[in-house]
């Protein structure tokens, strides 16, 4: 009786050290593609980029000449990659009950090419770490409970990279400013005299973002219609999405918000932020 007990304890044991072994496997593989694409988004990153000369937006809508000229001064190379730091709150409730979560994050941001955002959060003991991730036709969202037990996987199809996009294109005004100058894929046109909308074309994508400056031309909010399933049906359709931006700070010639709340349902009685970030860095790597 005891050797048969020491059997089913051993064959226990041995089930759970392979499903741990496993499970660590696929983290890792989740962490290897997610190093693969931030590489890979480095190197869109100009070796030799031109330097901002204002009179390269003379042509646009008042509201949008305002904008880069207050965010690009003049003389900055033109990076059109930017690595963020930050940290803050992250919500995985709704306005009723927002659960938020404390969260810190690093992102790769080349818009239009995709982007990595590699998340820690906690709760108390409880921790979700991974990554949101796009790059041209593919994206994904892959996160883990503790380290361990995957949750929150999704992707790999074109209502998530139709989504991903979107993000993509709005986090530009918030982090990458050039990415927005004139161009064949990107078109501005004027909404009021504190508002400009920018389409941006990529592939089979395209995005408008609409920006709003104050007279010193800060962007203080953005407002999309973005593709999104996060609603009560969890149906893929056009939702209004959007945020605030607030205390800028200087970035190696780039004047950007460090502070940053948005959400779903932007300025309708739906909405509640469930992102709230502050940033502490903004860098913009050298490609190879």
């Known amino acids: 009786m005891r050797w048969h007990m020491l059997k089913m304890v051993l064959t226990l044991l041995t089930t759970v050290c392979t499903l741990l072994i496993g499970l660590r496997v696929w983290q890792s593989a989740d962490n290897h593609a997610n190093e693969v694409v931030w590489e890979k988004l480095v190197s869109h990153q100009p070796a030799a980029p031109p330097v901002f000369d204002p009179a390269m937006v003379s042509g646009l809508p008042e509201p949008a000449q305002r904008f880069l000229r207050f965010a690009i001064k003049s003389g900055t190379p033109l990076y059109t990659v930017a690595e963020v730091s930050m940290n803050g709150d992250f919500s995985l409730g709704d306005k009723t009950d927002p659960n938020y979560w404390v969260m810190s994050a690093e992102q790769i941001l080349a818009a239009p090419h995709g982007f990595v955002w590699r998340l820690n959060a906690r709760q108390g003991l409880v921790t979700i770490s991974g990554a949101d991730a796009a790059i041209e036709k593919n994206s994904w969202s892959r996160f883990w409970l503790m380290g361990v037990v995957p949750v929150a996987r999704a992707g790999g199809n074109a209502d998530h990279r139709r989504s991903a996009f979107g993000r993509a294109v709005a986090e530009a005004v918030f982090w990458t400013p050039a990415v927005l100058l004139p161009s064949t894929n990107v078109r501005w046109e004027s909404i009021d005299e504190s508002t400009a909308r920018v389409t941006l ?86 490609g190879e």
């Open 201 to 286: 074309t990529h592939l089979d994508l395209s995005q408008a973002v609409d920006v709003s400056v104050d007279p010193e031309g800060k962007a203080t909010k953005v407002v999309f219609q973005r593709w999104s399933n996060a609603n009560s049906e969890q149906v893929f359709r056009l939702q209004q999405f959007g945020g605030y931006l607030s205390e800028y700070r200087e970035f190696g010639g780039y004047r950007l918000p460090s502070k940053i709340e948005a959400g779903n349902f932007f300025e309708t009685p739906e909405y509640f932020p469930f992102f709230k970030a502050t940033v502490s860095n903004i860098r913009f790597p050298m």
